[in-house]
């Protein structure tokens, strides 16, 4: 007999095809949690045809993504429905909800979803599908009503494909997950070569290698041997410090909103603040921070009316945010059809310009200055 509300849940989505067997999540949820799940349910998303990776089992890593082609920045490496949705806290020891999480899938899913890494003892996970999820379950997003039970929020799910990305403090993917279909989708944080390994963080890459060793070793029971992770200690003190300077600069660079309309202000002072941010970004490999700034970098040459570098910089946006938030690439791709449909286009130098003709009237050569012609005209 389940001890808490959570309550087991199997979810059957249709093949799009009706050859193809149906798609099946198991979930342990909250009661709550149901009114939020999309209804009626997505039918399953078919795999992508011709994928751009490959999983290796490779001897000191398990398992792990590698490329098998080019990937774009921005571009979308793999789309996939998780194969057990579970909550993210621990629930009583002795809880049979995860045993029952595990039976309710078709067999070649649970074969599969037991080869993935459980780094959590017998005693502490006595299901192994706890360990796994304790292992791998990726937070997800569902849009909690504020009022909903604070208990009942928290969600991890597990997807046999993703999960076998490895980690890094560097990573060049992430993950996004969408919950009208059920999907989460992986797309590239910037340009992935043929043969590299796909990675992903499990962590917050600000924190400094200490920590980030700490975390890791305690949460996933291996030393992260990334780049950074490897650098000598005075180098690391400076990726640390970096790093912190990264995550407080998300919070204090030169507000986009106030340059905007603020003429006392140089033309290049958000732009030089955001290309340095960029350069900072690049080399920690922290590429995950990039769309506030490519967004507003791109917003600056559109209040400046530099139509060539506008475009440059918003067809980077573009690629880059199409997975990560599609809305903000839909709208400027409508500015790139046409740049006027940006209402503030090239403002500073309209602004500029009549400022300058105000400046001319307001101020007469000094042997007018007493001409009645012109108070009468000025009036
Ligand atoms: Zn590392």
């Not at 997003?141 to 009022?147: A, I, R, S, T, V």
């Not at 291996?222 to 970096?242: E, I, K, R």
């Not at 600069?249 to 340095?276: E, G, I």
Request: net charge neutral; with cysteine; glycine share 4%.
């Amino acid at each position: 007999m389940m001890e808490t509300p959570y309550t087991l849940h199997k979810f059957c989505l249709r093949s799009p095809t009706s050859s193809l067997p149906p798609t099946i999540i198991s979930a342990l949820f909250h009661p709550s949690m149901i009114p939020l799940l999309p209804t009626p349910l997505p039918l399953a998303t078919p795999v992508i045809a011709n994928p751009s990776f490959e999983i290796k089992h490779t001897p000191h890593k398990a398992f792990a993504m590698y490329a098998t082609r080019d990937i774009p920045e921005g571009g979308l490496i793999h789309i996939e429905h998780p194969v057990f949705i579970v909550p993210n806290k621990p629930l009583p020891r002795d809880h049979a909800g995860y045993d029952q999480v595990g039976s309710q899938l078709p067999k070649h899913a649970f074969e599969e979803m037991m080869t993935m890494a459980n780094c959590r003892s017998k005693q502490d996970c006595p299901s192994p599908v706890e360990g796994i999820a304790r292992t791998n379950a990726l937070m997800i997003e569902l849009n909690f009503p504020p009022e909903m039970d604070a208990s009942a929020k928290n969600y991890g799910a597990a997807f046999l494909i993703l999960n076998r990305a490895n980690h890094s403090c560097g990573p060049n993917a992430a993950i996004k997950w969408n919950l009208p279909t059920l999907t989460a989708s992986m797309y590239a944080l910037r340009p992935i070569l043929a043969g590299e390994e796909i990675t992903k963080t499990y962590i917050d890459p600000s924190l400094p290698r200490s920590e980030r060793i700490a975390h890791l070793q305690e949460n996933y029971g291996f030393t992260c041997d990334c780049q950074w992770c490897n650098l000598p200690t005075s180098s690391s003190l400076d990726s640390d410090a970096t790093r912190a300077a990264l995550r407080i600069r998300l919070l204090t660079h030169p507000s986009y909103p106030k340059w905007s309309t603020d003429l006392a202000r140089a033309d290049d002072v958000v732009l030089n603040s955001h290309f340095d941010a960029l350069q900072l970004i690049e080399q920690e490999g922290m590429h995950g921070l990039q769309g506030i700034y490519l967004e507003e970098i791109a917003l600056c040459y559109a209040i400046l009316g530099d139509e060539d570098r506008f475009r440059m910089w918003a067809e980077r946006l573009v690629r880059r945010c199409k997975v990560e938030d599609s809305k903000l690439a839909n709208v400027f791709e409508s500015y790139l059809g046409d740049v006027r449909r940006f209402k503030r286009w090239a403002w500073r130098r309209v602004q500029r310009k009549q400022m300058q003709g105000k400046k001319a009237r307001a101020l007469p050569p000094p042997e007018d200055l007493f001409s009645p012609f012109l108070l009468e005209a000025q009036a």
